[in-house]
Nanobody
Framework: QVQFVESGGGLVQPGGSLRLSCAAS????????MGWYRQAPGKQRELVAH???????YYVDSVKGRFTISRDNAQNTVYLQMNSLKTEDTAVYYC????????WGQGTQVTVAS
């Protein structure tokens, strides 16, 4: 079982940028896919992006071209660079492994507003 702690969220203007970090309590070297999820009030949690052990990436259409996921296996950390933020990106952002049963962290709040 691995625990994840998200950080880096905050309030930002539309068009702004944020960099989210996800620190794992243990090694992520053996985890095939790490992902970032988000959940807005009244909506289902959705997968935003994931990255494989070898660096292959996937993005949901709504963030493609604006977000970049990366991982540092030596530091057991996953990142999400968020550029050109829109109001509809407002949500609590979580990271987790795919295909495992690790617990969810508290997430980090991202608010995009004028």
């Amino acid at each position: 079982q691995v625990q994840f702690v998200e950080s880096g969220g905050g309030l930002v203007q539309p068009g702004g940028s944020l960099r989210l970090s996800c620190a794992a309590s243990g090694s992520i070297f053996g985890i095939n896919f790490m992902g970032w999820y988000r959940q807005a009030p009244g909506k289902q949690r959705e997968l935003v992006a994931h990255i494989s052990r070898g660096g292959s990436t996937y993005y949901v259409d709504s963030v493609k071209g604006r977000f970049t996921i990366s991982r540092d296996n030596a530091q057991n950390t996953v990142y999400l660079q968020m550029n050109s933020l829109k109001t509809e990106d407002t949500a609590v952002y979580y990271c987790n492994a795919l295909g495992r049963s690790d617990p969810w962290g508290q997430g980090t709040q991202v608010t995009v507003a004028s």
